[in-house]
């Protein structure tokens, strides 16, 4: 199925309209509690400078953070793709025995696929933020970054959790939240292995850096005797200076919050005499497309924080949610990443149209991405061997006096009268196609002074 047939879907739901808005207008109305600051622009101007000075020396960067993980205890891997890194994880449960897995959300264990990888191989994983549980149990899945239960109502909620209790529970919140603390937290003491996904790495000190609302980010990380942290390469700070820039304005691009209510930061497994954290600390730093992606005019795609602020403003998510880009990744970011990590994708291309090119993504990115430029530069992509042909075709037919006047006349009697397979059904809605003028037209036009 296309986009324009998933968003067409999408846009006759009166219901996922409903949730759609009143969550993305919330987004937008709790973010303007973040505009405290007296020199934004300053910071973001920073913040994309850092993001490129970063990706500019990964590999140092990266080599940096891998010495410094494993001299504090941790151990490094390094995954080329999603199968490479399933197989890590997978095989360091196995090793061990672990039979129990819960998982913070991570949008990059989505990507990979990790959770199907996983429960073939017969282990138990439960995920444990709020709105991704709501997501397992329902066989659903997530339609925002932030948010990924967006699109589910109170009441929908109620009906997956009257099932886990095997009672009819009330969509109330306090009830549903109640019911879901007192499942999740036998989960988290019965876990042999923890996964979590990672908001920023700092290479001076080896640490990993979780930003989470929920406090399962330090349940997952600190209660299993084993963490497994998931992060995309392009995901790490080279100082902690730089990370208290990026996470100036991630919380607040995010939530509106001047910090998250909770920021954890781990730096190795449990030390001698330390009361809780895990025995082992591995980290799975994933490559998957990432690479071929620096140098490219589309590279500025790797400075995103993930923070949603695009998805919030944008008129095309707005309508049509985020299952109906087809991928993990969804508005203007997703419409930009997703066929950059899958460019032999002919469905993951159509998702540069995805979008009315307006700006409003550009002007709340807290790095500066342009997205915008960036889709068209998708589209070029898209047009290049197309257009090439075409214009081959036409430079050949109107070079020649004969055929410059046949393919006129050909026009001129078949205007208005080709048959709907001849014409591109996507091309030809809300367009009629002219009738050529007269022969003499221009010239009358040139001596009435019209051009």
């Known amino acids: 199925m296309s986009f324009r047939d998933r968003a067409a879907a999408a846009i006759a739901d009166p219901g996922l309209h409903e949730a759609l808005h009143r969550a993305t207008d919330r987004f937008v109305e709790i973010r303007k509690g973040g505009d405290d600051l007296a020199n934004l622009e300053g910071l973001k101007a920073a913040a994309r400078w850092v993001r490129h000075r970063t990706l500019e020396r990964l590999p140092e960067i990266l080599a940096r953070f891998a010495d410094e993980v494993e001299a504090a205890g941790g151990v ?33 264990t989505e990507e990979l696929g990790l959770n199907d990888a996983l429960e073939a191989a017969g282990l138990d994983v439960v995920e444990t933020d709020l709105g991704e549980w709501i997501l397992q149990l329902a066989g659903d899945r997530p339609s925002h970054i932030l948010g990924p239960a967006i699109h589910f109502t109170k009441e929908r909620i109620a009906e ?28 988290f003491l019965a876990a042999d292995l923890g996964i979590s996904g990672c908001n920023f790495a700092v290479a001076e000190t080896g640490t990993v850096v979780l930003v989470t609302n929920e406090g399962n980010g330090r349940m997952v990380t600190s209660v299993p005797p084993i963490h497994v942290v998931v992060m995309g390469m392009e995901r790490i700070v080279e100082t902690w200076e730089e990370l208290d820039l990026v996470m100036t304005l991630l919380p607040r691009s995010a939530t509106g919050q001047r910090l998250s209510v909770y920021t954890t930061q781990i730096t190795g497994p449990r030390r001698p005499g330390e009361v809780d954290g895990p025995d082992e600390l591995h980290v799975v730093v994933v490559d998957n497309g990432r690479s071929a992606i620096l140098g490219t005019p589309s590279h500025e795609m790797l400075h995103c924080i993930r923070c949603s602020a695009c998805l919030n403003v944008c008129p095309v998510y707005r309508q049509v949610g985020g299952h109906a880009y087809g991928s993990v990744y969804s508005g203007p970011m997703g419409a930009v990443l997703t066929p950059l990590l899958r460019p032999d994708d002919p469905e993951a291309r159509e998702l540069a149209y995805a979008s009315s090119l307006c700006s409003a993504c550009h002007e709340v990115c807290p790095v500066g991405i342009p997205l915008q430029d960036l889709l068209l530069e998708q589209r070029r992509r898209n047009r290049r061997g197309r257009r090439d042909l075409g214009f081959r075709a036409w430079a050949a037919t109107w070079s020649r006096p004969a055929t410059y006047r046949a393919s006129i006349a050909a026009i001129r009697t078949g205007a208005g009268r080709l048959p709907d397979a001849l014409v591109p059904t996507s091309w030809k809605d809300g367009r009629r196609i002219p009738r050529p003028r007269g022969r003499f037209d221009l010239r009358r036009r040139l001596e009435r002074g019209e051009i």
Do not use: Y
């Open 76 to 108: 490094v891997h390094w995954a080329a793709d999603a199968e490479e890194a399933n197989r890590i994880v997978r095989d360091l449960a196995v090793d061990r025995g672990v039979r129990s897995v819960v998982k913070t959300k991570s949008m990059l």
């Open 160 to 187: 997956v959790f009257s099932r886990v209790a095997g009672r009819a529970v009330p969509p109330d919140p306090a009830t549903l939240c109640s019911i879901a603390r007192e499942e999740l937290r036998a989960r």
